[in-house]
Nanobody, 126 residues
Framework: VQLQASGGGLVQAGGSLRLSCENS????????MGWFRQAPGKEREFVAA????????RYADAVQGRFTVARDNLKNRMYLQMNNLKSEDTAIYYC????????????????????WGQGTQVTVSS
């Protein structure tokens, strides 16, 4: 599975960015998709995940209410709309995938995802 994340950049605090992830291997429609991030000197952390049918979505507490994840199964793309960005959102954001529906409790674990994209840098200036 090839995952290509894009849309990162430099933005001022309070601004918005929209990340996009394309799954080019044709398994997108049957995969749980997600976003993780890693800031310098910190552990990789869960951001958001969305199951195959979009009926189950999970967010990290730190982004709840500010970030929105969505998917378009016809376009093989997942999106992360990030609003009201804060300096602590600065990180490399990774698109991840796992064929099939993950259990709700498993969606936040990085070890549950089989495929990882190369990451896109998001920098929020204060």
């Amino acid at each position: 599975v090839q995952l290509q994340a894009s849309g990162g950049g430099l933005v001022q605090a309070g601004g918005s960015l929209r990340l996009s992830c394309e799954n080019s291997r044709g398994t997108f429609a049957t995969s749980t998709m997600g976003w993780f991030r890693q800031a310098p000197g910190k552990e990789r952390e869960f951001v958001a995940a969305i199951r195959v049918s979009s009926l189950l979505i999970r967010y990290a507490d730190a982004v709840q209410g500010r970030f929105t994840v969505a998917r378009d199964n016809l376009k093989n793309r997942m999106y992360l709309q990030m609003n009201n960005l804060k300096s602590e959102d600065t990180a490399i954001y990774y698109c991840v995938a796992r064929v099939g529906n993950l259990a709700m409790s498993a969606m936040t674990s990085p070890t549950q995802y089989t495929f990882w994209g190369q990451g896109t840098q998001v920098t929020v200036s204060s």
